[in-house]
């Protein structure tokens, strides 16, 4: 029902940049719902950033430890679009990149988009 389209991918030199986008259509959701992950060949689809409510309520942005420090995520309620900005990128970020959505904070994410590939050269 909820469907996700993603784009923004390419080759870029390591060091360099990307901003990756992910479209939500279908029906509305909050964006706080969305995140992002990654698959490089033959290994797992892995988180890579994603958003966490704090006893508070709160919001606050998520990353795996490999990516702190370089890659953002953000998000357009209004649009219903999330983005990942991705900085001084290295050749292991290489993989295809999944926006992908879930129900709530403590649910499993159950809907992806198609992904959009992300090479970084040497």
């Known amino acids: 029902q909820v469907q996700l389209a993603e784009s923004g991918g390419g080759l870029v030199q390591a060091g360099g940049s990307l901003r990756l986008s992910c479209a939500a259509s279908g029906r509305t959701f909050s964006v706080a719902n969305m995140g992002w992950f990654r698959q490089a060949p033959g290994k797992e689809r892995d988180v890579v950033a994603k958003f966490r409510w704090s006893a508070g309520s709160r919001v606050f942005e998520d990353y795996a430890d490999s990516v702190k420090g370089r890659f953002a995520i953000s998000g357009d309620s209004a649009a219903n679009t999330v983005y990942l900005q991705m900085n001084s990128l290295k050749p292991e970020d290489t993989a295809v990149y999944y926006c992908?959505?879930?129900?709530?904070?403590?649910?499993?994410?159950?809907?992806w988009g198609q992904g959009t590939q992300v090479t970084v050269s040497s």
């Open positions: 992908a959505a879930r129900r709530g904070p403590d649910r499993d994410f159950d809907s």
